[in-house]
């Protein structure tokens, strides 16, 4: 459980940086990264919330 937190909680920290870099230097690629990132930290935060509704389930 530590683990799935620590994902999520870096892939958000790693989009927020891009989008950071986007608004600084105006480079398309940042802001890509940022979408990118940003899409994996739902993905891995909707199978956290999966995995807890299991474990509640069983």
């Known amino acids: 459980m530590v683990l799935f937190r620590f994902i999520v909680f ?3 920290l790693s989009a927020g940086v891009s989008f950071a870099f986007y608004i ?9 990264y940022g979408i990118r ?4 930290a ?3 935060g909707l199978g956290f919330f999966g995995v807890l509704v299991l474990e509640r389930l069983l």
């Open 10 to 12: 870096f892939l958000l």
């Open 24 to 32: 600084g230097t105006g480079q398309q690629r940042f802001r890509a």
């Open 37 to 40: 990132l940003l899409k994996w």
């Open 42 to 44: 739902v993905m891995a």
